[in-house]
């Protein structure tokens, strides 16, 4: 374990994974932030951006280019798909590890990046050196990571659910049906349309259905990994009038009668010795069981008549989801006891 | 067009369905709500326990069995599975027509209640009288009808979308996945748990997933009987924090390719001239669109790669969803404009 | 009674005042929508974006300068301080009535307006024609009335509480403390900050508090003007987390001791005869209560020891608090029955 | 500073700030719960009534009688008037320390408890031994005291406003007005009309407005007291649609001019020190900054021409307003770091 107090910066930290990032540090004995970055807020307090967050007092927010000489343990980048990667590299090059919580860093393909985001990977060149940081399935490589792609919120939810079935063979006979829910921290800190209150409250609705979301992208490519050939899902995500939160429902046709007793065993055996996946063996999860956390609570269902299994799983998107993960990763990386500052 | 002021009742007035009727009687020039019932509350004004419905000044509850005998045209019932069917035929043997809002008269056999509500059926005599008040698919038998059993929210927001298409003979190749989200109001008004508002605010969760739901039998009853043949569907309802609006969400597999144009113009051609059934060619619905109102709206989305559609439905589970609809019933077997205080 | 149809435009129908006023008047029989203006939208379909009221096929937006030669009968403006004044006066010429739901014929003096909104008004001459459009209190004046000032929505809320006493001269024996809380709605429809769902919920706080809003000015001018001498209130708005509804609370320090048998006699001598105010002897109202309406609740507690009434006024912001109330005034200038539409 | 891990027990572990307590102290490290006790859960296992808290495997439910032979450093009382001080009297003859959430220790005379509370005090003796549980305020009595107090929520909010400008003599020159606000975790964990979702979502009102909530008489105790003089309230409470938080308004008109600088140096030189007080200069706090922390938040504004200063105070009331201060109480009495566990 580490002894010496460690320094940490975030660039990119005034959205809504920044802010978390800032509220799980403060309760980390071990790490210091040394920097904060915000181009629109440089030069502010931290106080009069977070008065929410006195643990920073004296504290202010640097620009990114001011950021990148530094002499800092790690960084977490909270930035948009194409802006992580370039910063990314002069931070490494004087050996600086990196959690990205943008997309830059979760493809080990720049193809498949292109085709989800719509646009050239900024530094394909470092994609051999990137690791998928969902500590429960690549713990091993994120410990010797010099970058970490910090999973996206709905990924994280559906993979902890699946990773188990997948893994061992048991795939879906036919497509598997995902029906996720979001809270509107999900959608970011910018205001919009989308994200008014009005506009939110009292609604809910069905956004880039079927195969339209990124976040498939990243879905198919570990589910992919760990079944050993190529597999495909249907996505649909769902906005709902909360904060926080991700509630995934999984509709998986089984290719042979499988006993509820049995999937569950495939569970446990995966998830009893970790500290942050917990197996409801006879309720269903919900999201509040998750919020502010780092939890992730998976239950299921299985409908025998129809050869299903029904999954359900919940986190908090800034939570298991974002910024709790990405410290969970940090605490690997830099071999701090994996739980501290989670709990 | 009924020229004549009609005669209303309300047996078990004090329930969310109950008031949303007082509601939108209120707004309808053609009827007078003569009397309202509820066990608890009788003896008081309705505007005691309803200040917000300043519209039924002098009006106060009585007990059901005191209301059987009056002499109204229709009545509308807000009670429990097996509670409806027993009142109904005092009131029709007096020629009172009846449009219940429970689950007593959804079914043509009472052995498929019995089978989803663990309960013999109270009247099964009844149910060859019966129609299940869909306006859209019914609307011939509910004119002539004694009894209209009024669907239920989720098979309202179901049916509307999947009716048009199993009609047609296109079914589903393959289990067919619904994923339905309701705002709480569904639950009904006594406090429990899981109404409680910490519970629900800033939470959701699946609940009775896959064929567990009683809304399920309703739902095979009418899909079944439009596409003659047997069908069988997977059906998890969730809860969301907000108090009205349901949202579904189908996946239908397809036997063979159709278009989007095709779909839409099924859609189309089954609902133009419905004034309260809307089709979003381009754009997904949301609850808050059908908030306070009768109207359901319906999109889909192809995802040609997985021979898939995904279609999309949202009403209001207290307007479409059960009091709105039930007025829309009235409307068609008193002979008033079917629009009438609905708008 | 008005007999024939009168046409209606609507300036800056975008926002959410707009939306309402479109959903109140498709429920009116008396009259039709012949123009809705927009500039950011001009040339689309209303239902394309408004999708949740169908009743408009057909209409699209146009822009004001457009508009301003249309013969209709009244035109509602929903605009910015500033930018009603100005557009009234081409309509007026053409003998087109004026509702504004902005704050340019709220006052009578330009120099309050200047003192409040920080500019000089934009036609100041205008004002000697103007009517505070508050029924209850100025129902002659509103009838014959060219331009008539919708009232704000806090200052709906207070003045329907306090006229009744300040006309009596029943008046505060030191400072009257009105704290008033409001859904989101009234901050508009434009996204910020502010109205940022996730800022919003779970969330409270007061804003521009003491005598920095501007509806202040506007509720001392009428209690001014009732009582026959100047008066000053404190007052602090807070914003709460839900989409609409206004609840104020008024801390009236009493000069004398008087029952609270008393209160509530002038409350009902005031109101007993109107349609849309509502005197709750023994309860407190709630927002809910007025939701969707133009009902506005009173209640009141009398705190003997200390000397003070305790008023509760609950509306919804955009019903009695804005689009709502336009109807009804639109209603007493068009010689409709005051009603229409609006239960 | 304690090394040794201490013995924490907790009587009415199920409801909302037993749950809080639990939360807070799995990420204690200097204490261990031994045992949680409820009636109704009795032999259950603490995982399946929460599984949201995973910390305490292992741990069931007992009944309270059982609990009172065992051996703890401190127990916390979650029960409701009446109930604590029975039950506090045999823990203390075991030498062990109480905290009590309800009110029985909130008063230093049992006529004053009995004229809020209705009911004569069940143990009136104790009360000579209890501290009245503000740290900021009480700390050292705190610090050596058998039986500690914990505030009421509003009282909390209020007090830390309030008390430095009472000890320094600047108090009211006329009738303090008191509007407060609260999330509905306030109203307790059982289910009722009052707490479900439909009724509370959408919707705000006061209650027990004036002198008529029981808190009156815990804040009138504690500013008389620091006051040296007898002081009177208005206090009116209101429900807002939130699940946490508490946002107090306090006007207070002024007996002389003071300057804003001097009123916030007042502040700041009560609070500078403390660690979960925190003044805002120049920014009215919201609920959402004190939610899941210990911390108050004090802002306030000076209406010059009213000669009034309005104070806002901002806590969440399961955080300072209940169990994380009742953590902090337990922190003093048991020599921990004060902030041990709240961070």
Same mark, same amino acid.
Request: glycine fraction near 8%.
């Given at each position: 374990?580490? +002894? #010496?107090t460690k320094?940490?910066?975030? *660039?990119g930290a005034? &959205?809504?994974?920044?802010?978390?990032? $800032?509220r799980v @540090?403060?309760?980390h004995?071990?790490v210091k932030?040394a920097?904060?970055?915000?181009?629109?807020?440089q030069?502010q307090?931290?106080?009069?951006?977070?008065?929410?967050?006195?643990?920073?007092?004296?504290?202010?927010?640097i620009?990114?280019?001011e950021?990148?000489s530094?002499?800092v343990?790690?960084?977490?980048?909270c930035?948009?798909?194409g802006?992580?990667?370039?910063?990314?590299?002069p931070?490494?090059e004087n050996?600086v590890?990196?959690?990205d919580?943008?997309?830059d860093?979760?493809?080990?393909?720049?193809?498949v990046?292109?085709q989800?985001y719509g646009?050239?990977?900024p530094?394909?060149?470092?994609l051999?050196?990137?690791?998928?940081?969902?500590?429960?399935w690549?713990? +091993? #490589?994120?410990?010797?990571?010099r970058? *970490?792609?910090?999973? &996206?919120c709905y990924p994280?939810?559906? $993979?902890?659910? @699946?990773l188990?079935?997948?893994?061992?063979?048991?795939?879906?006979d036919?497509?598997l049906v995902?029906?996720?829910?979001?809270?509107?921290?999900?959608?970011?800190?910018?205001p919009?349309?989308?994200?008014h209150y009005?506009?939110?409250n009292?609604?809910m609705?069905?956004?880039?259905?079927?195969?339209?979301?990124?976040?498939?992208?990243?879905?198919?490519?570990?589910?992919?990994?760990?079944a050993n050939?190529?597999v495909?899902?249907?996505?649909?995500?769902?906005l709902?009038?909360?904060?926080r939160g991700i509630?995934?429902?999984?509709y998986?046709?089984?290719?042979?009668?499988?006993s509820?007793?049995?999937l569950?065993?495939i569970?446990?055996?995966a998830?009893?010795?970790?500290p942050?996946?917990?197996?409801?063996?006879a309720?269903?999860?919900s999201?509040a069981?998750?919020?502010?956390?780092?939890n992730c609570?998976?239950?299921?269902?299985v409908?025998?008549?129809a050869?299903?299994?029904?999954l359900?799983?919940?986190?908090?998107?800034?939570?298991?989801g974002?910024?709790?993960q990405?410290v969970q990763?940090?605490?690997?990386?830099?071999?701090?006891?994996e739980?501290?500052?989670?709990?």
């Amino acid at each position: 374990m580490t +002894e #010496q107090t460690k320094k940490i910066g975030i *660039v990119g930290a005034t &959205g809504y994974t920044g802010e978390e990032l $800032l509220r799980v @540090l403060a309760r980390h004995s071990g790490v210091k932030v040394a920097f904060v970055t915000s181009e629109k807020e440089q030069g502010q307090p931290v106080q009069q951006v977070f008065p929410q967050l006195p643990a920073y007092r004296g504290l202010r927010f640097i620009s990114a280019s001011e950021a990148t000489s530094q002499s800092v343990d790690l960084v977490f980048l909270c930035l948009p798909a194409g802006e992580s990667a370039p910063l990314a590299q002069p931070f490494s090059e004087n050996g600086v590890k990196i959690v990205d919580l943008g997309s830059d860093f979760r493809f080990y393909d720049a193809k498949v990046y292109e085709q989800w985001y719509g646009k050239k990977h900024p530094a394909p060149a470092l994609l051999s050196e990137t690791v998928y940081g969902l500590p429960e399935w690549n713990r +091993e #490589q994120i410990r010797g990571a010099r970058y *970490v792609g910090n999973p &996206g919120c709905y990924p994280t939810s559906i $993979l902890l659910a @699946l990773l188990p079935f997948y893994r061992q063979g048991i795939l879906p006979d036919n497509t598997l049906v995902i029906d996720s829910k979001s809270g509107v921290s999900g959608a970011g800190k910018t205001p919009s349309r989308i994200t008014h209150y009005v506009e939110v409250n009292e609604s809910m609705k069905a956004y880039m259905p079927g195969r339209s979301h990124r976040h498939v992208g990243e879905i198919e490519q570990e589910l992919s990994r760990f079944a050993n050939q190529a597999v495909n899902i249907l996505f649909t995500p769902h906005l709902v009038p909360m904060s926080r939160g991700i509630f995934s429902t999984i509709y998986m046709p089984l290719q042979q009668q499988v006993s509820k007793q049995d999937l569950l065993q495939i569970l446990h055996a995966a998830y009893d010795q970790e500290p942050f996946v917990h197996i409801l063996d006879a309720a269903i999860p919900s999201t509040a069981m998750a919020a502010n956390t780092n939890n992730c609570f998976i239950g299921l269902n299985v409908v025998e008549s129809a050869n299903h299994v029904i999954l359900f799983s919940a986190i908090d998107n800034l939570g298991k989801g974002a910024s709790w993960q990405a410290v969970q990763n940090m605490n690997i990386m830099l071999d701090f006891d994996e739980e501290a500052g989670l709990i």
